[in-house]
C-alpha cells in the first residue's frame, strides 16, 4: 500500500509523472520520468521563473499546496491561484453558463488572504507575459534550427518535455486532484462518477473502424503501435498533448485511452493508468470491460488490496458489465488473463475462469449431412508419412520467417563473360554504398519523426521502429531490384512497400511472442489427422481436430488503416530515393564521375489522369540488364506452401503458417466485409472455413514432362501460338523510324500512331514474359517436390488460391504443368473418362454423347501416342486443340496407361475435369424452374448435351433471315457469319450482368477476327447482332429474365434509399457489395509528390446505384455458384475424394469421376430445393424496410414501394428439379 500513496493532488502528480532531477533516475521518479528533459537551471530571472509558475504546476511541499487550496476555496471568483510554483485551475462546471474560461484573476503572493490585483494591471501583465513567450518560442525556434543543420550522420533529437498533464477541463477533475485523495481513492470515485449515459455532443457509442475518420484512424493505429514497439511514453504523450486542446480531444475515442491504459497495465504502472482513467471522466467518456481489464491487470501486476478491487469490482457490476464477460469478450493474451484471474482472486478465491463451450456445430439444413456423427465417414489421408511431413513443415517456417524465397530465373543461362562479371561485382558495389546509405537515412528520418511526435504531432515514428532497421533496408533494396525498367507509379509502389513492411511485422511478432514455438508444438500434433502413417481415434474435418487440440489463436493484427499505410509508404520511397545513388558513368576508370540519383520522379499520363512515377535510370536499367542475375525473390505469400496450410478456423486464422491472410479478400481500405464476418455466430462460417481448408489440403507436384517443353519454347523466344509469350525484343518495329521534315503532317501523324501501337504491343509482351517468367521459374523451383495452395474467397463466396503466380486457375499452360501429388488407380472405368476428358480438351466433340467422343478417342489414338512420344516432331496433333498443353498432359497420361500391363492398376495423377453447361444459366434455370430454359443448359436428361450458345445462334439467325427478307442490309452482310463463338461470350456474360454496350464490344471483337466479313460494318453489324442477342434470351429464357429484373430493381431501390445491397448466402455467408458512389479522395501531402488516393471504406458515402443494380444479379448468382461448389468439396472429402474446382470446373481423379458427378447433381438439387428467392426477399424486408414507417411523404412512398418490390417475387414455373440428378450432361 505504501507504494500507491505516491503523492496528493497536483503537486504530488506532477512530482510522480515529471522528474525534478536528472533523466536517469527512472526508479524514482516513475516510468515517464525516463523521457523528460532535464529542468531548467534556478537561476533563471524572475520573469522566466514566473512564466515557468503559469506553465506547470511546479513541486512543492504538501504544505504549500494546502495553503495554495485554502487561498483557491476562500477566492470563489478567483479563476488562478499562483504560489510558488503551484497553479491549480479551476474551470466552470458541466453545464454552466456558455462554459468559456473565466477572466483569471492573480493572488499575490506574501500575506495570507492578500487580495487580487486590479483587472486592468493583471491585463498588462499578461500582455506582457504573452510578449515575452512569443519572443521566446521564436528564439527557441531558430535554436532548433541551427541545431538540425549543425547535426553530425548520428542525428539525435534533444529530448523535449513530454506533455504529462491535461488541461482539465472540468471542475469535478481538478476535485479527484485534490490534496486529501489518495490513488487508491481516487479509483473507485473516478469509476463511480463516471457518466453512465453519454451525452450527445461529448459522449459517443463506440464507432467501427470504417466509422473512423482519417486522423481517428491513424492515432489508433499509432498509440496502438506505441505498446508494440515500446513507446508507451510516447504515446501517452501524444494522449496528453490532444487530451488538453478541446479541438484535438474530439478526436479521441475510448480505444485510444484504453490502448494507453492498457498499455500501462502490463509494465503495472498503476499511477499512470489512473491518470489515463481520469482522463476518461474529463472527456465524458464510460469505461467499458477493456478499461476494466486494463485496471484489474495493473492491480494484479502491482498486489493491490483486496479492499481496492473489491470496490472496483462493485463499480463494474453497477455498471451493468459482468465479469465473465471480461474472460470471453475482451482480446487479452492467456498471460494478461491470468494475471487479471490474480487480482479477481483477491475479492473472490472460488471464481474461475467459465468453462470452455461444447463444439458448436452447424445444423443448417444443407449442412447436417457433412457435420452428422452417423454414416459411413471416409476421410482423405495424404500420401506423405508423418517424418516427412514434419520436415516439410519445418522448411515452410524458415520460408515465412524469412519473409521471402530466392529463385533461380529460367531465363536461358549463359556463361558470365568478363563484361558480366564485372557488371555483377559493380552492382554488388552499390548495393553495399546503397545499404550504408539507407541506414543513415532511416536514423536520420526516424530522430526526426520522434521530435514531432515530441511536439505533440502524429508521426509514423513508431511504425518505422516496428522492423530492425537492417531488415527494412534489405526490404527497400529487393524492391529496387524488381523495379521494372518503365518505372512504377509512385502510389503503386507506396502501397506495396507498406504491405511489405506489415507482412514482415505480423511474422517478427509472432517470433518474439513465442507463437512459432506454441505453432510448433500443436501443428505437430495436427499432422497425426493428416500423415498416412498415422491414426486418430475419432477422425474429423481438419477444422474440428485443430479445435480440439485447443491450439491458441493467432495474434489478431488488424492491417493498418489505408491513411497510414500511404503515409508509410510514401515515407520508405521517398527515403529509397534519397539515399540512392551511382556515378553518372559507370564505365569511368578514374573514378570523377558525378553521383546522380538511381531514381528519378517523374508524371507521366494514364488515360486522362497525370501520375507520379519513379524511374530507374537508364545507366541502372543497363547495368541490371548486363549483370543478368540468376536470381528472383518473392514474398513468402506468393509461393505454394512446401506443407498443408494452418485449418480455416476463424475470419483471421488460417492458410499460412505465419504471414497474415485474409479470409475474404476486399477492395483496399475497406473494412465492413472483416467487421461483418467477426460479427457473425461461430457456426454460420463452418461450411465456407472447411471448404476452404479442404481445397486447400489438396497436395500438388509439377508435370516435368510437359514443364521441359514449355521451357524449350520459351527460352527459344517463346510461341504465341501456343500461349508461351515471346520476350518483348520481338515486337513489331515501325516500318520508318523517322521521317523528314518535309514529311506531310498527316504523315507524320500515321507514323506517330502506328509508334504508339507498337509500344503498346511491346509493354503488352514484356508483361506478359515476366509473369510466363514468374510462373515458369516457380515450376522450375517445385519440381520434384510436393506443395500445397492454401486458398480464400472474394466477397461473393468465390474461392481462390492465394498464391497469384502458379496456381490452377491460370491458363492452359499453368494448369497443364500441375497435377495431383497424390495418385490413384484409374480402375474398371478409369481409363474411359481420361479418354473422354482428353476429347473435351480438344474441343472437336462438344456437341457429341459420350460414347461418340469415346469412339473419337480409339479412332485418333495413333495421334495421341505420336503427341505423346514426340511432341515436337511428330504429326503435332495436340498442337490443333482449343487446350493445347492440357492435350499433350492428357495425352501422356493415356498413352502410359494403355501401355500399362493392367490399365485399371496405373496410378493417375492427372485431373479430370467436369464443366458446368453455363453454369449461370443453369442456376437461374433452377431458380425460376424454367423448364424451356432448363433443358437449354442441360438440366433436363436428354440422350445429347444440349449447347445453349448454338442454340442462341440458331434463334439469332431466324432473326436475321426475317430481316433479310425485309430488306435490312446489315442482315444480308452477316449472312453466312453468324457462328456460335460469334454469340457465346456475350450469352456467357449475360448471366452476369453484362450490357448491350459491353456485348456490343465483345461481339465486335470476334467479327473482326472474321478476315472475310467486310471490316467496314463491324461497328453496325455488331449492334445489330447484340439486340438479337438479348431479344433471344429473351425468348428462350422469360423465367432468368423476371428473376433478373426482380433482383436489379430490388438493388435500385435498397442504393436509391442509401443503402448498399446485402444478403446471405445459403451456407451462411455475409455479403455485401462494396460499390459507393464517388469514392472518397484522400491526400497525402509533401514530399517529392502529394499521393491522392480513393478511400472505399467510408460508410458514409452513398451506394453506387448503377454499379449496385448491375452488380446484383451477378454478384447473387456467383454466391449460388460457389454455395454449391463448397457443398460439393464438403461432401466429396466426406467420402475420401481428392476434389478442388475453378469455379464451375470441378477436378478429381479419373477413377472418382463418376461419385463426384453424382455428389455434384445431388447437391445443386438440396441447394434449390431450398426457398432460396423466398428467404432471400425476407432479410431484404427485415433489412431494408424501415418501421415504423419515415415521417417524410416522399420516403414513406420510396419506402413502401420497396417492400412491395422486394415481396413480389417472381413465381417459379413447373419443371422438376430431381431430374437433374439424371442428367448425364449437367456437368460433363
Same mark, same amino acid.
Given at each position: 500500500?505504501?507504494?500507491?500513496?505516491?503523492?496528493?493532488?497536483?503537486?504530488?502528480?506532477?512530482?510522480?509523472?515529471?522528474?525534478?532531477?536528472?533523466?536517469?533516475?527512472?526508479?524514482?521518479?516513475?516510468?515517464?520520468?525516463?523521457?523528460?528533459?532535464?529542468?531548467?537551471?534556478?537561476?533563471?530571472?524572475?520573469?522566466?521563473?514566473?512564466?515557468?509558475?503559469?506553465?506547470?504546476?511546479?513541486?512543492?511541499?504538501?504544505?504549500?499546496?494546502?495553503?495554495?487550496?485554502?487561498?483557491?476555496?476562500?477566492?470563489?471568483?478567483?479563476?488562478?491561484?499562483?504560489?510558488?510554483?503551484?497553479?491549480?485551475?479551476?474551470?466552470?462546471?458541466?453545464?454552466?453558463?456558455?462554459?468559456?474560461?473565466?477572466?483569471?484573476?492573480?493572488?499575490?503572493?506574501?500575506?495570507?488572504?492578500?487580495?487580487?490585483?486590479?483587472?486592468?494591471?493583471?491585463?498588462?501583465?499578461?500582455?506582457?507575459?504573452?510578449?515575452?513567450?512569443?519572443?521566446?518560442?521564436?528564439?527557441?525556434?531558430?535554436?532548433?534550427?541551427?541545431?538540425?543543420?549543425?547535426?553530425?550522420?548520428?542525428?539525435?533529437?534533444?529530448?523535449?518535455?513530454?506533455?504529462?498533464?491535461?488541461?482539465?477541463?472540468?471542475?469535478?477533475?481538478?476535485?479527484?486532484?485534490?490534496?486529501?485523495?489518495?490513488?487508491?481513492?481516487?479509483?473507485?470515485?473516478?469509476?463511480?462518477?463516471?457518466?453512465?449515459k453519454l451525452s450527445l455532443d461529448v459522449g459517443r457509442a463506440p464507432p467501427t473502424q470504417a466509422q473512423l475518420s482519417a486522423q481517428q484512424q491513424k492515432?489508433?493505429?499509432?498509440?496502438?503501435?506505441?505498446?508494440?514497439?515500446?513507446?508507451?511514453?510516447?504515446?501517452?504523450?501524444?494522449?496528453?498533448?490532444?487530451?488538453?486542446?478541446?479541438?484535438?480531444?474530439?478526436?479521441?475515442?475510448?480505444?485510444?485511452?484504453?490502448?494507453?491504459?492498457?498499455?500501462?497495465?502490463?509494465?503495472?504502472?498503476?499511477?499512470?493508468?489512473?491518470?489515463?482513467?481520469?482522463?476518461?471522466?474529463?472527456?465524458?467518456?464510460?469505461?467499458?470491460?477493456?478499461?476494466?481489464?486494463?485496471?484489474?491487470?495493473?492491480?494484479?501486476?502491482?498486489?493491490?488490496?483486496?479492499?481496492?478491487?473489491?470496490?472496483?469490482?462493485?463499480?463494474?457490476?453497477?455498471?451493468?458489465?459482468?465479469?465473465?464477460?471480461?474472460?470471453?469478450?475482451?482480446?487479452?493474451?492467456?498471460?494478461?488473463?491470468?494475471?487479471?484471474?490474480?487480482?479477481?482472486?483477491?475479492?473472490?478465491?472460488?471464481? &474461475?475462469?467459465?468453462?470452455?463451450?461444447?463444439?458448436?456445430?452447424?445444423? #443448417?439444413?444443407?449442412?447436417?449431412?457433412?457435420?452428422?456423427?452417423?454414416?459411413?465417414?471416409?476421410?482423405?489421408?495424404?500420401?506423405?508419412?508423418?517424418?516427412?511431413?514434419?520436415?516439410?513443415?519445418?522448411?515452410?517456417?524458415?520460408?515465412?520467417?524469412?519473409?521471402?524465397?530466392?529463385?533461380? &530465373?529460367?531465363?536461358?543461362?549463359?556463361?558470365?563473360?568478363?563484361?558480366?562479371?564485372?557488371?555483377?561485382?559493380?552492382?554488388?558495389?552499390?548495393?553495399?554504398?546503397?545499404?550504408?546509405?539507407?541506414?543513415?537515412?532511416?536514423?536520420?528520418?526516424?530522430?526526426?519523426?520522434?521530435?514531432?511526435?515530441?511536439?505533440?504531432?502524429?508521426?509514423? +515514428?513508431?511504425?518505422?521502429?516496428?522492423?530492425?532497421?537492417?531488415?527494412?533496408?534489405?526490404?527497400?533494396?529487393?524492391?529496387?531490384?524488381?523495379?521494372?525498367?518503365?518505372?512504377?507509379?509512385?502510389?503503386?509502389?507506396?502501397?506495396?512497400?507498406?504491405?511489405?513492411?506489415?507482412?514482415?511485422?505480423?511474422?517478427?511478432?509472432?517470433?518474439?511472442?513465442?507463437?512459432?514455438?506454441?505453432?510448433?508444438?500443436?501443428?505437430?500434433?495436427?499432422?497425426?489427422?493428416?500423415?498416412?502413417?498415422?491414426?486418430?481415434?475419432?477422425?474429423?474435418?481438419?477444422?474440428?481436430?485443430?479445435?480440439?487440440?485447443?491450439?491458441?489463436?493467432?495474434?489478431?493484427?488488424?492491417?493498418?488503416?489505408?491513411?497510414?499505410?500511404?503515409?508509410?509508404?510514401?515515407?520508405?520511397?521517398?527515403?529509397?530515393?534519397?539515399?540512392?545513388?551511382?556515378?553518372?558513368?559507370?564505365?569511368?576508370?578514374?573514378?570523377?564521375?558525378?553521383?546522380?540519383?538511381?531514381?528519378?520522379?517523374?508524371?507521366?499520363?494514364?488515360?486522362?489522369?497525370?501520375?507520379?512515377?519513379?524511374?530507374?535510370?537508364?545507366?541502372?536499367?543497363?547495368?541490371?540488364?548486363?549483370?543478368?542475375?540468376?536470381t528472383l525473390t518473392f514474398e513468402a505469400v506468393d509461393v505454394p506452401m512446401l506443407c498443408p496450410p494452418l485449418p480455416w478456423t476463424s475470419p483471421h486464422?488460417?492458410?499460412?503458417?505465419?504471414?497474415?491472410?485474409?479470409?475474404?479478400?476486399?477492395?483496399?481500405?475497406?473494412?465492413?466485409?472483416?467487421?461483418?464476418?467477426?460479427?457473425?455466430?461461430?457456426?454460420?462460417?463452418?461450411?465456407?472455413?472447411?471448404?476452404?481448408?479442404?481445397?486447400?489440403?489438396?497436395?500438388?507436384?509439377?508435370?516435368?514432362?510437359?514443364?521441359?517443353?514449355?521451357?524449350?519454347?520459351?527460352?527459344?523466344?517463346?510461341?504465341?501460338?501456343?500461349?508461351?509469350?515471346?520476350?518483348?525484343?520481338?515486337?513489331?518495329?515501325?516500318?520508318?523510324?523517322?521521317?523528314?521534315?518535309?514529311?506531310?503532317?498527316?504523315?507524320?501523324?500515321?507514323?506517330?500512331?502506328?509508334?504508339?501501337?507498337?509500344?503498346?504491343?511491346?509493354?503488352?509482351?514484356?508483361?506478359?514474359?515476366?509473369?510466363?517468367? +514468374?510462373?515458369?521459374?516457380?515450376?522450375?523451383?517445385?519440381?520434384?517436390?510436393?506443395?500445397?495452395?492454401?486458398?480464400?474467397?472474394?466477397?461473393?463466396?468465390?474461392?481462390?488460391?492465394?498464391?497469384?503466380?502458379?496456381?490452377?486457375?491460370?491458363?492452359?499452360?499453368?494448369?497443364?504443368?500441375?497435377?495431383?501429388?497424390?495418385?490413384?488407380?484409374?480402375?474398371?472405368?478409369?481409363?474411359?473418362?481420361?479418354?473422354?476428358?482428353?476429347?473435351?480438351?480438344?474441343?472437336?466433340?462438344?456437341?457429341?454423347?459420350?460414347?461418340?467422343?469415346?469412339?473419337?478417342?480409339?479412332?485418333?489414338?495413333?495421334?495421341?501416342?505420336?503427341?505423346?512420344?514426340?511432341?515436337?516432331?511428330?504429326?503435332?496433333?495436340?498442337?490443333?486443340?482449343?487446350?493445347?498443353?492440357?492435350?499433350?498432359?492428357?495425352?501422356?497420361?493415356?498413352?502410359?496407361?494403355?501401355?500399362?500391363?493392367?490399365?485399371?492398376?496405373?496410378? #493417375?495423377?492427372?485431373?479430370?475435369?467436369?464443366?458446368?453447361?453455363?453454369?449461370?444459366?443453369?442456376?437461374?434455370?433452377?431458380?425460376?424452374?424454367?423448364?424451356?430454359?432448363?433443358?437449354?443448359?442441360?438440366?433436363?436428361?436428354?440422350?445429347?448435351?444440349?449447347?445453349?450458345?448454338?442454340?442462341?445462334?440458331?434463334?439469332?439467325?431466324?432473326?436475321?433471315?426475317?430481316?433479310?427478307?425485309?430488306?435490312?442490309?446489315?442482315?444480308?452482310?452477316?449472312?453466312?457469319?453468324?457462328?456460335?463463338?460469334?454469340?457465346?461470350?456475350?450469352?456467357?456474360?449475360?448471366?452476369?450482368?453484362?450490357?448491350?454496350?459491353?456485348?456490343?464490344?465483345?461481339?465486335?471483337?470476334?467479327?473482326?477476327?472474321?478476315?472475310?466479313?467486310?471490316?467496314?460494318?463491324?461497328?453496325?453489324?455488331?449492334?445489330?447482332?447484340?439486340?438479337?442477342?438479348?431479344?433471344?434470351?429473351?425468348?428462350?429464357?422469360?423465367?432468368?429474365?423476371?428473376?433478373?429484373?426482380?433482383?436489379?430493381?430490388?438493388?435500385?431501390?435498397?442504393?436509391?434509399?442509401?443503402?448498399?445491397?446485402?444478403?446471405?448466402?445459403?451456407?451462411?455467408?455475409?455479403?455485401?457489395?462494396?460499390?459507393?458512389?464517388?469514392?472518397?479522395?484522400?491526400?497525402?501531402?509533401?514530399?517529392?509528390?502529394?499521393?491522392?488516393?480513393?478511400h472505399s471504406g467510408d460508410i458514409s458515402q452513398k451506394p453506387n446505384t448503377r454499379k449496385q443494380k448491375n452488380g446484383f444479379p451477378p454478384n447473387f448468382?456467383?454466391?449460388?455458384?460457389?454455395?454449391?461448389?463448397?457443398?460439393?468439396?464438403?461432401?466429396?472429402?466426406?467420402?475420401?475424394?481428392?476434389?478442388?474446382?475453378?469455379?464451375?470446373?470441378?477436378?478429381?481423379?479419373?477413377?472418382?469421376?463418376?461419385?463426384?458427378?453424382?455428389?455434384?447433381?445431388?447437391?445443386?438439387?438440396?441447394?434449390?430445393?431450398?426457398?432460396?428467392?423466398?428467404?432471400?426477399?425476407?432479410?431484404?424486408?427485415?433489412?431494408?424496410?424501415?418501421?415504423?414507417?419515415?415521417?417524410?411523404?416522399?420516403?414513406?412512398?420510396?419506402?413502401?414501394?420497396?417492400?412491395?418490390?422486394?415481396?413480389?417475387?417472381?413465381?417459379?414455373?413447373?419443371?422438376?428439379?430431381?431430374?437433374?440428378?439424371?442428367?448425364? +450432361?449437367?456437368?460433363?
Amino acid at each position: 500500500m505504501s507504494v500507491l500513496c505516491w503523492g496528493r493532488g497536483a503537486a504530488g502528480l506532477r512530482r510522480a509523472l515529471q522528474p525534478c532531477g536528472c533523466p536517469g533516475l527512472l526508479a524514482k521518479e516513475g516510468i515517464l520520468g525516463g523521457v523528460c528533459g532535464p529542468r531548467r537551471s534556478s537561476s533563471a530571472s524572475p520573469q522566466e521563473q514566473d512564466q515557468d509558475r503559469r506553465k506547470d504546476w511546479g513541486h512543492v511541499e504538501l504544505l504549500e499546496v494546502l495553503q495554495a487550496r485554502v487561498r483557491q476555496l476562500q477566492a470563489e471568483s478567483v479563476s488562478e491561484v499562483v504560489v510558488n510554483r503551484v497553479d491549480v485551475a479551476r474551470l466552470p462546471e458541466h453545464g454552466s453558463g456558455d462554459g468559456g474560461p473565466q477572466p483569471p484573476r492573480k493572488v499575490q503572493r506574501g500575506t495570507k488572504g492578500a487580495s487580487p490585483v486590479p483587472r486592468g494591471g493583471w491585463a498588462q501583465r499578461l500582455e506582457k507575459d504573452k510578449r515575452i513567450q512569443r519572443m521566446r518560442m521564436q528564439q527557441l525556434e531558430v535554436t532548433r534550427q541551427m541545431q538540425v543543420q549543425s547535426q553530425s550522420k548520428e542525428l539525435k533529437v534533444r529530448p523535449k518535455h513530454l506533455q504529462l498533464e491535461p488541461r482539465l477541463l472540468s471542475k469535478q477533475l481538478a476535485v479527484f486532484l485534490a490534496p486529501e485523495s489518495s490513488w487508491e481513492e481516487q479509483l473507485p470515485r473516478v469509476l463511480q462518477e463516471a457518466p453512465r449515459k453519454l451525452s450527445l455532443d461529448v459522449g459517443r457509442a463506440p464507432p467501427t473502424q470504417a466509422q473512423l475518420s482519417a486522423q481517428q484512424q491513424k492515432l489508433l493505429a499509432f498509440f496502438k503501435c506505441c505498446l508494440l514497439t515500446d513507446h508507451l511514453p510516447l504515446a501517452h504523450h501524444l494522449l496528453v498533448s490532444h487530451h488538453r486542446q478541446q479541438q484535438k480531444q474530439k478526436l479521441l475515442t475510448l480505444d485510444m485511452y484504453n490502448t494507453v491504459m492498457l498499455g500501462w497495465a502490463r509494465q503495472g504502472a498503476f499511477r499512470e493508468l489512473v491518470y489515463v482513467l481520469l482522463m476518461v471522466k474529463d472527456a465524458g467518456l464510460t469505461p467499458d470491460l477493456l478499461s476494466y481489464a486494463a485496471i484489474l491487470q495493473c492491480m494484479g501486476r502491482q498486489g493491490q488490496d483486496a479492499g481496492t478491487i473489491e470496490r472496483c469490482l462493485e463499480q463494474m457490476s453497477q455498471e451493468g458489465l459482468k465479469l465473465q464477460a471480461l474472460f470471453t469478450t475482451v482480446p487479452l493474451s492467456k498471460e494478461e488473463q491470468a494475471t487479471v484471474l490474480t487480482a479477481v482472486h483477491k475479492v473472490k478465491p472460488t471464481f &474461475s475462469l467459465p468453462p470452455q463451450p461444447p463444439p458448436a456445430v452447424n445444423t #443448417s439444413k444443407l449442412l447436417r449431412a457433412v457435420y452428422a456423427k452417423d454414416g459411413p465417414v471416409s476421410y482423405p489421408k495424404l500420401h506423405l508419412p508423418l517424418k516427412t511431413l514434419q520436415s516439410l513443415f519445418e522448411k515452410q517456417l524458415c520460408v515465412e520467417l524469412a519473409s521471402k524465397v530466392c529463385v533461380v &530465373s529460367v531465363e536461358k543461362p549463359a556463361l558470365p563473360s568478363k563484361e558480366v562479371t564485372h557488371a555483377r561485382k559493380t552492382l554488388q558495389t552499390l548495393r553495399d554504398h546503397w545499404e550504408k546509405a539507407l541506414c543513415r537515412v532511416l536514423q536520420e528520418t526516424k530522430n526526426h519523426l520522434e521530435g514531432e511526435v515530441r511536439k505533440g504531432r502524429f508521426s509514423l +515514428y513508431p511504425f518505422l521502429c516496428l522492423l530492425d532497421e537492417r531488415e527494412v533496408v534489405r526490404m527497400l533494396l529487393q524492391v529496387l531490384q524488381a523495379l521494372p525498367a518503365q518505372g512504377e507509379s509512385f502510389t503503386t509502389l507506396a502501397r506495396e512497400l507498406s504491405a511489405r513492411t506489415f507482412s514482415r511485422h505480423v511474422v517478427q511478432r509472432q517470433r518474439l511472442s513465442g507463437q512459432v514455438q506454441a505453432l510448433e508444438t500443436y501443428y505437430r500434433k495436427y499432422l497425426h489427422l493428416l500423415a498416412s502413417d498415422t491414426k486418430v481415434p475419432n477422425p474429423c474435418l481438419p477444422r474440428q481436430y485443430w479445435e480440439a487440440l485447443g491450439a491458441p489463436e493467432a495474434l489478431r493484427e488488424q492491417p493498418w488503416p489505408l491513411p497510414v499505410q500511404m503515409e508509410l509508404g510514401k515515407q520508405l520511397a521517398e527515403m529509397l530515393v534519397q539515399a540512392t545513388r551511382m556515378p553518372s558513368s559507370l564505365d569511368n576508370q578514374h573514378g570523377s564521375s558525378r553521383l546522380v540519383p538511381v531514381l528519378y520522379h517523374v508524371y507521366s499520363f494514364r488515360n486522362v489522369q497525370q501520375i507520379g512515377v519513379l524511374k530507374p535510370h537508364p545507366a541502372y536499367v543497363q547495368l541490371l540488364e548486363t549483370a543478368a542475375e540468376p536470381t528472383l525473390t518473392f514474398e513468402a505469400v506468393d509461393v505454394p506452401m512446401l506443407c498443408p496450410p494452418l485449418p480455416w478456423t476463424s475470419p483471421h486464422t488460417g492458410a499460412f503458417l505465419l504471414s497474415p491472410t485474409k479470409l475474404m479478400r476486399t477492395v483496399e481500405g475497406a473494412t465492413q466485409h472483416q467487421e461483418l464476418l467477426e460479427t457473425c455466430p461461430p457456426t454460420a462460417l463452418h461450411g465456407a472455413l472447411d471448404a476452404l481448408t479442404q481445397l486447400g489440403n489438396c497436395a500438388w507436384r509439377v508435370n516435368g514432362r510437359v514443364l521441359d517443353l514449355v521451357l524449350q519454347l520459351f527460352q527459344a523466344k517463346g510461341c504465341p501460338e501456343l500461349g508461351v509469350p515471346a520476350p518483348a525484343s520481338e515486337a513489331p518495329q515501325p516500318a520508318e523510324a523517322h521521317l523528314p521534315q518535309s514529311a506531310a503532317p498527316a504523315r507524320k501523324a500515321e507514323l506517330r500512331r502506328e509508334l504508339a501501337r507498337c509500344q503498346k504491343v511491346a509493354r503488352e509482351m514484356h508483361s506478359l514474359r515476366a509473369e510466363a517468367l +514468374y510462373r515458369l521459374s516457380l515450376a522450375q523451383h517445385l519440381r520434384g517436390r510436393v506443395f500445397w495452395l492454401p486458398h480464400n474467397m472474394d466477397f461473393r463466396g468465390r474461392t481462390y488460391p492465394c498464391p497469384p503466380h502458379f496456381n490452377h486457375l491460370g491458363s492452359d499452360v499453368a494448369r497443364a504443368l500441375l497435377e495431383f501429388a497424390q495418385g490413384r488407380p484409374l480402375g474398371p472405368h478409369g481409363l474411359d473418362w481420361l479418354k473422354i476428358h482428353l476429347v473435351n480438351l480438344t474441343g472437336f466433340k462438344k456437341r457429341e454423347p459420350l460414347r461418340k467422343r469415346l469412339a473419337f478417342a480409339e479412332e485418333v489414338m495413333d495421334d495421341i501416342l505420336d503427341s505423346a512420344d514426340q511432341p515436337m516432331t511428330g504429326r503435332k496433333w495436340w498442337m490443333g486443340a482449343e487446350e493445347p498443353w492440357q492435350t499433350l498432359a492428357c495425352c501422356m497420361e493415356v498413352a502410359n496407361a494403355v501401355r500399362c500391363s493392367d490399365p485399371a492398376a496405373y496410378v #493417375s495423377h492427372l485431373p479430370v475435369h467436369q464443366d458446368g453447361s453455363c453454369n449461370g444459366l443453369q442456376h437461374y434455370a433452377a431458380l425460376g424452374r424454367d423448364s424451356v430454359g432448363a433443358a437449354s443448359v442441360n438440366l433436363e436428361p436428354s440422350d445429347v448435351p444440349q449447347d445453349v450458345y448454338s442454340g442462341v445462334a440458331a434463334q439469332v439467325e431466324v432473326f436475321r433471315s426475317q430481316d433479310a427478307q425485309r430488306g435490312t442490309r446489315v442482315a444480308q452482310m452477316l449472312e453466312g457469319f453468324i457462328t456460335r463463338k460469334v454469340v457465346k461470350q456475350t450469352v456467357m456474360t449475360v448471366v452476369y450482368g453484362v450490357t448491350r454496350y459491353g456485348g456490343r464490344l465483345q461481339i465486335e471483337k470476334r467479327l473482326r477476327e472474321l478476315t472475310d466479313f467486310p471490316q467496314d460494318f463491324v461497328w453496325e453489324a455488331s449492334h445489330y447482332l447484340v439486340r438479337q442477342v438479348f431479344r433471344s434470351l429473351q425468348e428462350m429464357f422469360s423465367g432468368t429474365r423476371a428473376i433478373q429484373h426482380w433482383l436489379t430493381e430490388s438493388a435500385r431501390l435498397i442504393s436509391h434509399m442509401g443503402s448498399v445491397v446485402e444478403w446471405v448466402t445459403p451456407l451462411g455467408i455475409p455479403i455485401i457489395q462494396p460499390y459507393r458512389l464517388e469514392l472518397k479522395v484522400k491526400q497525402v501531402r509533401g514530399g517529392i509528390q502529394s499521393i491522392t488516393y480513393t478511400h472505399s471504406g467510408d460508410i458514409s458515402q452513398k451506394p453506387n446505384t448503377r454499379k449496385q443494380k448491375n452488380g446484383f444479379p451477378p454478384n447473387f448468382i456467383h454466391s449460388l455458384d460457389s454455395s454449391h461448389m463448397m457443398l460439393t468439396a464438403l461432401h466429396c472429402y466426406r467420402k475420401g475424394l481428392t476434389f478442388v474446382s475453378v469455379h464451375d470446373c470441378y477436378w478429381t481423379h479419373a477413377a472418382d469421376v463418376a461419385v463426384m458427378n453424382q455428389v455434384c447433381r445431388e447437391q445443386f438439387v438440396c441447394l434449390h430445393s431450398e426457398p432460396i428467392l423466398e428467404d432471400l426477399s425476407r432479410f431484404l424486408v427485415s433489412r431494408f424496410c424501415p418501421n415504423p414507417r419515415p415521417r417524410k411523404i416522399s420516403q414513406s412512398w420510396e419506402a413502401r414501394q420497396l417492400k412491395e418490390t422486394l415481396q413480389a417475387v417472381p413465381k417459379p414455373g413447373t419443371f422438376d428439379l430431381e431430374r437433374v440428378k439424371h442428367s448425364t +450432361y449437367f456437368f460433363s
